[in-house]
């Protein structure tokens, strides 16, 4: 079993930063990827950004530029740059990684974390 811990979120003024950070412990051999997604009332949850084990990234187009995910292999923790907010990036963002064992790969989910952009 992996848990996820989120942190970060909270309230950004439209043109400024939040950064979110993702935790991941627990049974852990391989990370395959990290990533972000998010969730904004009454749309579908979306890809934001993801990282892999080989640090290759890919964002969404409505993020591009904006957001920069990273990742810390030693504290297996993935981050969220988040510049130049929008009133748009509201959502709740949740963190998911893929743990390969040995016969399959498992993907886990955080609990989320509220970003509330608005001046």
């Known amino acids: 079993q992996v848990h996820l811990v989120e942190s970060g979120g909270g309230l950004g003024q439209p043109g400024g930063s939040l950064r979110l950070s993702c935790a991941a412990s627990g049974s852990i051999r391989t990370i395959n990827y990290m990533g972000w997604y998010r969730q904004a009332p009454g749309k579908q949850r979306e890809l934001v950004a993801i990282i892999t084990k080989g640090d290759s990234t890919n964002y969404a187009d409505s993020v591009k530029g904006r957001f920069t995910i990273s990742r810390d292999n030693v504290k297996n923790t993935v981050y969220l740059q988040m510049s130049s907010l929008k009133p748009e990036d509201t959502a709740v963002y949740y963190c998911?990684?893929?743990?390969?064992?040995?016969?399959?790969?498992?993907?886990?989910w955080g609990q989320g974390t509220q970003v509330t952009v608005s001046s």
């Open positions: 998911k990684t893929a743990v390969q064992y040995d016969y399959f790969v498992q993907a886990y």
